[in-house]
């Protein structure tokens, strides 16, 4: 900056250099001798602002998560069983018999005949014949037909079912249920939840504008002005950190005790009444009217007397008496006295030992080293760099060569020329401004190992 305006300063003083003139200001055009003195100073001062860049630092603190390993020691507690054996008695009921004498009276019974005479009459039956003159009617029939309506009750059978409940005693085993109770380790799954950084890194391209820089033009009037004229911007690529924190679930298993009630199946079988219900057909018979048309034969009956002749027999009875004799079975009892012998049955009662082994379960407590990975926040400080910008006066003198104008000018204008067309332009806001390019190894965040390349 501080060349390019000594280059502009020195082009300026060649020109003033290469006119004589008396008095006047510098136009650019001609010189003009008419000029009062007081129009032409012998230089031309103004004050411009130039912008003043400069690079700052500042510190910035991140949260970054580490993995640590932590071993800590866990109490384990193991079911260990021992065998101990006890003795045990159980009561044993025996059947005896033992002998026993009685008497017993005994019946004997005897059978013996006696004999005895009875007398008896005996009926004589005899028969006998005697004639009997009769007169007797002898039908004559002739048959003759004639229709006959009648209402007749016609059985009907049906079979019906009929429900019939009845009692039966039905035996149903049953499986009861006895409890058993022992200790298992049941493994218990919990899980906690991790955080951890999955990100990545990312290529960014940041577009930088052209800076601002001053040049020198030639406006109409010939005049070499300096203008303030935008450069071509250019691009720049940086890595960026994209955090991504991803939580995680892990598992953890942990063995537990738990007291385990067991049933033990045992089948009992009892009598049980239930009501059956069965269905049984029963045969109803109903009347049914019904209507029929018989065709009635009709016989005509006549009597035709006649006489007729008929022996009768009849029997007569008469009464012989007979003895006879007969046997009467006598039966006649006498007790007979026996001794007999039997045995009576008892029940002995004795003790007999058996051994039952069981199993005694006690805990016994073991430790054991755990290792689990935690994430430890910690605080990294990095410098970030920024810039500054700030607008400096600066003051620039030239010398400026009056010619004659041929006219008077008496308010300093000569030649009607403009005398702000050689006034640098004013200075921009340094918000306004961009930013100089900077340095590959600005453009890289301070924390990027590898800086990207510079287009």
């Keep these: 900056m501080r060349r390019l305006i000594a280059g502009v300063v020195a082009a300026l003083a060649a020109l003033s250099c290469g006119a004589s003139v008396d008095a006047g200001w510098f136009c650019g055009a001609a010189r003009y001798s008419c000029c009062p003195v007081t129009s032409c ?77 009875y007398t008896v009459q005996r009926p004589v039956w005899e028969t006998n014949y005697r004639e009997c003159n009769y007169q007797v009617s ?70 930088h504008p052209g800076p601002v820089v001053p040049r020198v033009v030639v406006d109409a009037c010939g005049v070499p002005r300096t203008c303030m004229v935008q450069c071509p911007g250019f691009t720049t690529c940086r890595r960026v950190w994209c955090p991504n924190i991803v939580e995680r679930q892990i598992p953890c298993t942990t063995y537990v005790p738990q007291v385990v009630r067991e049933q033990c199946p045992v089948q009992v079988c009892r009598l049980v009444p239930e009501q059956v219900n069965e269905t049984v057909q ?41 003895t006879c004799t007969r046997r009467i079975p006598v039966r006649t009892c006498r007790m007979v006295t026996e001794t007999k012998t039997c045995k009576v049955p008892v029940c002995v009662t004795r003790k007999v030992p058996y051994t039952v082994t069981r199993r005694v379960a006690r805990c016994v407590a073991r430790e054991e080293p755990v290792t689990y990975t935690r994430m430890v926040a910690k605080c990294v400080p990095r410098q970030v760099a920024y810039e500054v910008c700030r607008m400096v006066p600066v003051t620039t003198c030239r010398p400026v060569t009056c010619g004659s104008c041929g006219t008077s000018c008496p308010d300093g204008s000569c030649g009607g020329l403009d005398y702000e067309a050689g006034r640098p332009a004013e200075p921009v806001p340094a918000d306004d401004l961009p930013p100089n390019p900077a340095s590959p190894e600005e453009a890289a965040p301070a924390n990027d190992p590898q800086p990207g390349p510079t287009i």
Aim: proline share 5%; aromatic share 10%.
């Design 41 to 117: 100073q012998p230089t031309a001062c103004y004050t411009a602002c130039r912008v003043q860049r400069e690079t700052c630092y500042r510190t910035v603190y991140e949260t970054v998560y580490e993995p640590e390993q932590v071993t800590c020691n866990r109490t384990v507690y193991d079911t260990v069983y021992d065998n101990v054996e006890e003795t045990c008695y159980r009561t044993v009921v025996e059947t005896a018999y033992r002998q026993q004498e009685y008497q017993v009276c005994r019946p004997v019974f005897e059978t013996s005949f006696r004999e005895e005479q």
């Design 138 to 207: 002898r039908p004559v029939w002739e048959t003759s037909t004639r229709e006959c309506r009648r209402t007749v009750m016609r059985p009907v059978t049906e079979t019906v079912e009929r429900q019939v409940c009845r009692t039966v005693m039905r035996q149903v085993t049953e499986t009861v249920n006895r409890e058993r109770c022992y200790t298992v380790m049941r493994p218990v799954t919990t899980y906690r939840t991790v955080r951890q950084d999955c990100g990545r890194w990312t290529t960014q391209q940041v577009q």
């Design 282 to 322: 029963v045969q109803v018979c109903r009347m049914v009217p019904e209507e029929i048309v018989q065709t009635i034969p009709v016989r005509t009956c006549r009597f035709v007397t006649e006489t007729r002749t008929q022996r009768i027999p009849y029997r007569t009875c008469r009464f012989v008496s007979e």
